[in-house]
């Protein structure tokens, strides 16, 4: 890991309330507590506190985690997984705070508020004039954060909630090709799919880079901990479409879309680049030989290319955020072409893991 990655905007907005969301125009971007994003600058101070051992470090990281504690009671969201397991669970992981415990299992209680045993799937978004009840391929990323309840627990609940949200994903969110849709709303009287679309990406039918990579990040997961083959297959296949698209730029840092209509033109996505080689990485670890190389190749030049001053900022400079040139939501004219907190987050996951795993003595 580069010894001057700098740690995102700490000292701006020293009041409790809010935390950095992204730079635009010179000017920093914050939210509120309860934004899906809040997690994700706390994790980060904490791989960097992993990494660094420095305690100004550890110091921001317990601050800034600290401020998200409220979250726990928020059962209007279904993002207590980034929220409250990117920092609270990392914070837990490395310091063994006993107190963060009760804290994460009244979250991952809220959480499964929102599950729906007719749907068999947690809701994402609250029901709306468009969606009866829709689950996003966002989702996935959340059930890290209940199989740990159910490990630290003893419970089994949770860890059947996420199987059954994990099965009916595949069953219902992605194509015979392993693209996904990025929502897929359900009946709430059969509980069938009713409605399968791309609301963040170009179009229905396309494969929205982002979404791409949260479902392979979240099957990898889910055969770490499951050991189910079902889990590591589904996997395999969303890698594969995922490096062997043409589409794919050969720097390795996907566009917004996969099928996006002005590719080579198009904007791309440094946080579905993290994403991916975060995720690629782990991958690696449980497949065949070959396909692990291939997997590690391509993590590596998406590495390379997120650490190249093309996407790496100067230090001083984009917010003091880490990476350039993500792209949130373009259909929506929202975040488009700027630093977010979540791509820092996975590509900073992404240095570390492949530190530890790949350059391990």
């Known amino acids: 890991m580069q010894n001057n990655v700098h740690a995102p905007n700490i000292m701006i907005h020293a009041e409790s309330g809010k935390l950095p969301r992204s730079f635009e125009n010179e000017k920093l971007i914050t939210s509120a507590l309860g934004w899906w994003c809040s997690g994700f600058m706390p994790g980060t101070l904490w791989y960097l506190y992993e990494h660094t051992k420095d305690a100004k470090l550890l110091n921001y990281a ?36 006993k107190a963060y415990i009760p804290i994460m299992m009244t979250g991952a209680e809220s959480l499964i508020t929102r599950y729906n045993p007719l749907v068999g799937c947690i809701k994402s978004w609250n029901s709306n004039d468009k969606w009866q009840f829709p689950v996003i391929i966002d989702n996935m990323m959340n059930l890290e954060f209940l199989l740990w309840a159910s490990k630290q627990s003893g419970d089994p609940k ?18 015979v090709d392993y693209s996904s849709y990025h929502v897929v709303s359900y009946d709430t ?4 799919p009713e409605k399968k679309n791309t609301h963040q990406g170009y179009s229905d039918e396309s494969a929205w880079a982002r979404g791409q990579a949260w479902g392979l990040y979240g099957f990898v997961v889910m055969y770490r ?26 720097d390795g840092i996907p566009y917004w879309d996969f099928n996006a209509p002005d590719i080579p033109d198009a904007k791309r996505d440094a946080s579905a680049g993290a994403i991916m080689a975060s995720a690629l990485i782990e991958l690696s670890l449980y497949v065949d030989r070959e396909s692990a190389d291939e997997y590690i190749r391509i ?3 998406q590495l390379r290319t997120l ?5 790496f900022a100067e230090k001083g ?17 929202s975040e488009v072409d700027v630093p977010l907190t979540y791509a820092d987050y996975y590509y900073v996951e992404a240095l570390l893991r492949y530190k530890n795993r790949i350059l391990k003595p």
């Open 158 to 175: 949770f860890r059947e909630i996420c199987i059954s949200h994990a099965d009916k994903t595949i069953r219902n969110h992605f194509r």
């Open 189 to 192: 009287i059969t509980g069938l």
């Open 317 to 333: 400079t984009n917010g003091n955020f880490i990476l350039k040139h993500s792209t949130g939501h373009l259909p929506g004219n």
């Open 225 to 250: 901990e499951t050991k189910k083959q079902a889990y590591l297959d589904q996997a395999k296949g969303i890698a594969d479409f995922l490096v062997r698209h043409p589409n794919l730029p050969a």
């Open 62 to 97: 317990e601050t800034y985690t600290g401020r998200i504690e409220k979250e726990q009671y928020n059962k209007g969201t279904h993002d207590l997984g980034f929220m409250i397991y990117c920092s609270y669970g990392n914070g837990l992981r490395l310091t063994d705070h």
């Open 307 to 311: 650490s190249s001053p093309e996407y």
């Open 299 to 301: 993590a590596e030049t």
